[in-house]
Nanobody
Framework: QVQLVESGGGLVQAGGSLRLSCAAS????????MGWYRQAPGKQRELVAV???????NYADSVKGRFTISRDNAKNTVYLQMNSLKPEDTAVYYC????????WGQGTQVTVSS
């Protein structure tokens, strides 16, 4: 079974940076797309960023210019570099893989203080 394990979450002050990692149990190139979602308490899970097999990326409007999704196929790892963090970015961040899938990680907490 495919396993996705997130890491890198934590507490950061507004304006700071954080890098999340998602380690997959298999080759990430096996998936048509991998992405990051986030969910704040009482809110629906929302797409943050996605990277498809060919390398193209898409971002939620709220994070464009601040977040960057990338991958390292040799390490079977997807990253989310988060810069200029805002309190509104506070959420549990989940790694997702699809095609085949979807598969989900357990999430990592990101808290941005004002």
């Amino acid at each position: 079974q495919v396993q996705l394990v997130e890491s890198g979450g934590g507490l950061v002050q507004a304006g700071g940076s954080l890098r999340l990692s998602c380690a997959a149990s298999g080759s990430i190139f096996s998936f048509a797309a991998m992405g990051w979602y986030r969910q704040a308490p009482g809110k629906q899970r929302e797409l943050v960023a996605v990277i498809i097999r060919g390398g193209s990326t898409n971002y939620a409007d709220s994070v464009k210019g601040r977040f960057t999704i990338s991958r390292d196929n040799a390490k079977n790892t997807v990253y989310l570099q988060m810069n200029s963090l805002k309190p509104e970015d506070t959420a549990v961040y989940y790694c997702n893989a699809n095609g085949p899938g979807p598969y989900w990680g357990q999430g990592t907490q990101v808290t941005v203080s004002s």
